[in-house]
Nanobody, 117 residues
């Protein structure tokens, strides 16, 4: 069993910043790609960013230049640094990880980010 637990969400004014964290625990042999997804009210879940075990970063267009993904492999932790937030960033942010040895796709329960005008 693998658990992903997000933290760091909250209420922030437009233009502000937040750092989200996600810690993986449980029966982990390895973690390949980790990522962040978000789901705004009434919308489908969308990918925000991903990062490989080697540190290669991939971003959705809306995230480029404002959001930065990073990870600490020793801690099985992935972060999302969010800057210049706008109300459009309001969503539940979910952590995702591909966990070995069988490439199981795991999800956290999400952390809510609310950006006020």
């Amino acid at each position: 069993q693998v658990q992903l637990v997000e933290s760091g969400g909250g209420l922030v004014q437009a233009g502000g910043s937040l750092r989200l964290s996600c810690v993986a625990s449980g029966s982990i042999y390895s973690i390949n790609v980790m990522g962040w997804y978000r789901q705004a009210p009434g919308k489908q879940r969308e990918r925000v960013a991903r990062i490989s075990s080697g540190g290669t970063e991939m971003y959705a267009d809306f995230a480029k230049g404002r959001l930065t993904i990073s990870r600490n492999n020793a801690r099985d932790t992935v972060y999302l640094h969010m800057n210049s937030l706008t109300p459009e960033d309001t969503a539940v942010y979910y952590c995702n990880a591909e966990v070995g040895p069988y490439a199981k796709d795991c999800w956290g329960k999400g952390t809510l980010v609310t950006v006020s005008p």
